[in-house]
Every structure is written in C-alpha cells, then in structure tokens.
C-alpha cells in the first residue's frame, strides 16, 4: 500500500519540499528525511553552525486549570508523570515522562511552565492517545487543547543564538530550558531554549500560517541549513538521548533509562510529594535497590555500525546473551559507530567488553559512558 | 558489455568477467555511505546472494550477486574510504569482479537504455 495520499501534512511541508527535501512517511507524516546537502554534511553543519529542523508532527497541548489557579493543573500533571512539577518556575522546562501502571513508559515529553498554563509536547507517533488519556484522567480538572493550529521549529548548532537573535534581541538572556513568548516578524511564538541534538539551540512554536514566513527568514541566513529526520536522529544519538518506541517503550521503565535525573527528590520516597504516578511502587523501589538491567552507551572497535536490534554477549561466540542494542548507527562527528542498548546488571559498568551480533559475526564493542558528543547548553 | 539489474547494479563485462558495482541512481538513494563489506575472494554465489553489504548513516543494504559467479577481485578502495561509492559510483566505486559461471547468462540482464527507462 503507497498511504502517501493518507499521509498528513505539517504546514511546513511546502517549503520541505521546495528546498528539496526527500520526503518520507513518518508517524503519520509526509516529513523529510533529508535534503540535497544528505545526512552526513547536515549533521555536520548542525554541530559546527545551525541546523533548522520542521518537528511540526509532534503534539504541542495546552493545560489549563478550570479553577484558573495554575497550580491545580500542576497537581494534576503531577498524578501521570513522576517529576516535579508544582515546584516549576514560570517560564521554565522540565522533561518529563507518562508512565503505566507497570513503571513502563507511556510517552517522554516537554511541560513548560507558562504563568496561566502548561504547554506541554509529546510524540508524533503518540500523540493522539496521549491527548486522549490527558483527557480521560485530567481532563475534569484542566481544560486540555491539542495545537494542530501551530508549527513547531528547532534551531540548534553554536550559532543558533545569534541566528535567532536577528529577529528577536531577548535571546541571549534566555538560559537552558527557559520558556518566553516573543514576536517573531509579526508572528506570536513561544520560544524554549532546548532542544534533542546536544547542541545548544531553541525550539519554536509558530502559528501555522506565518511558520514559513518565519522559518524562510531563519533560513536566510548564511549560516543556516534546513536539516531532515536522518540527521536529527544521528545528532540525538551522539547525544544520547533516548528515542521514543527504540530505547523506551511501555516495558522499560525510568531507572531502567538511566532517566533518574528526571525523577525529582520531591516525588521520591521521603519527598513531600513522594509516589503519586502511575506504576509509583515500581519506579520507587527501583530509584531504591536499582533494576535488573539497564541503558548503556555503546563503542564499536570497527567501522560497521552496529543497529537496533543486535544482541549482545559476553563472549564471541554469542552463547551468553545479556542484552539487545535499541538504537545504532553512524556518528558523523564520533567517525565511527555509535549505539546504545540494554544490559544485564552484570554487564553495565564503563569499559566492559562485549559482542554484538551482526550478520551473523559477533563484534567486539565496549559498554561507555554517555553522551557520546559532549553537550554544549547554556546552563 | 554495460548491463544492470532491478537492484540497480551495473555489470560491465569482458571475457566472462563482470565488474560490478551499484548504480548513480542506487547512491544517491543510498545517501552518504560509511561502511562497505565486501565478500571474499574466491567466494561464489548464485544470482540473488548477499554478496555486500552498504551502510549510510541510517540503515545498511545488501547488495545482491547479479549472476551466478565466483569473486575473483575485490575493490579493497570503497571499504578505506566508503565515500567513493558516492563520488565515482560507476567507475572507482565499483564493488567486486565475478567470473560468471555461464556467461550467455548476462544477455537477460537490461542494457543501458533499458535500465534508464526504469530509474526515469
């Protein structure tokens, strides 16, 4: 089945395809995968000067308490995810992850803290059925809008804050994970000083009918390419961070992805909020007397890139299996394989050897510390 | 003798030896690959073996034998510097030589023109 006619549009699509990108179906969407600069280069340029990337498929919601008192939504986001966010400043960040009853993860997502209200962004692929549990567990309390009216950008790479700064002076006072709304040529965006390449960089939420306006203007700039879904996945994967369905999913839980550090202590046994979110009893005991298996980085000692899916031994013959890769491929600015996967307990410390099957050969990888890239936020 | 396949390889043959490599059509869609793994010498294959194996940054392909044969060369170049088969596809970036175990069997592969019309 072809589905391209199936397929939805975000309202950048236009200009993804006039600046040549190859369009692919993904999550639903008829998005780039590249454009005529390919994968390698803009990866490349995204770490070395600014990368503009259409993330328009993904679900911007807004949360707002009926009550009109921010803080009754707090409480309430804070019955689905782990993390603290009544202790959320306004115009602040946090990430963020709907669990399940198991301590599974449901979806990871971004909650801002927007003075009157949350904004919150989840995945493409999970966007309805998140929208649609908010609603049934929540919705009696906050009033919830899924933003199918507004395009969301990222501007990433060293020279993403001057870029952005052409149009909007304020941008240099922003910190890591600050939220501010702000006019960009005329067109009313909330911008977040974050994003998913390790790379310093923004995220911006644009009305749909002045998005290409906006991001021809971005794009103006000599320092600026428009950068496709292959890149945005190798530049996460440098980065280490998690892909949703890959390296987290329903049956993986938090301390399992090593995302601990999303886990406020208040929402932690002993904290005032302690417990509180689905799968709770799980996700508690494990912060307590950690989980029989568990994230790592990955380094492979040849060139073959080492994919999803691959098993991974202690030995070369591949008889004791102790985990499976989730997510691998090529780091164009590690030049050489990268991949991430999960390990038994016994297998997780820094500089253990591995071997990970690959057409039939097991090759000899070394478990390592993550990101493979280090970050560059401006804390 | 230039002919290609539907897995968009190009065969260019001389005293029943093919050299063989992927197509500009096949590399460009393939994007910028980082990794080539090429078969042994004196390795044979039916037609529709998995005789390499292509890597870009994404995903990895396999490049299948066009013809029954036995690898008697290895281009050992594209595996130093898998960034030729971008750059010369049809020429520097050619993969491995075959000799054909039957060589009549290359007159149902498509010529040039053939192969063009395929592509568009």
Redesign the interface.
Known sequence: MDGSSELKKTPLHALNVSLGGRMVPFAGYDMP??YPA????E?LHTRAAAGLFDVSHMGQVTVRARSGDNTDAARALETLVPVDIVGLAEGRQRYALFTNDEGGIRDDLMIANRGDHFYVVVNAACKDADFAYMQEKIGDICELTLHDDRALVALQGPHAEAVLAELWGDVSAMRFMDVRACDLHDAHCIVSRSGYTGEDGFEISIPADLAETVCRRLLDHPDVLPIGL??R??LRLEAGLCLYGNDIDTVTTPVEAGLEWAIQKVRRTGGERAGGFPGAGVILDQLENGAARRRVGLRAEG???V?ADAVLATDPEGQDIVGTVTSG??G?TIDG?VAMGYVAGKATAPGTHLYAGV?GKFLPVTVVAMPFVKNTFKR | MLKFTEEHEWLKIENGVATVGITTHAAEQLGDLVFVELPEVGATFSKGGDAATVESVKAASDVYCPLDGEIVEINEAITADPSLVNSDPQGAGWFFKLKLANAADAESLMDEAAYKELVG
Do not use: I, L, Y
């Open positions: 995968v590249q390919g994968v390698m280069k990866h292959g890149a996945d190798s060139r073959a890139p994919r491929g090529f164009p394989p057409r």
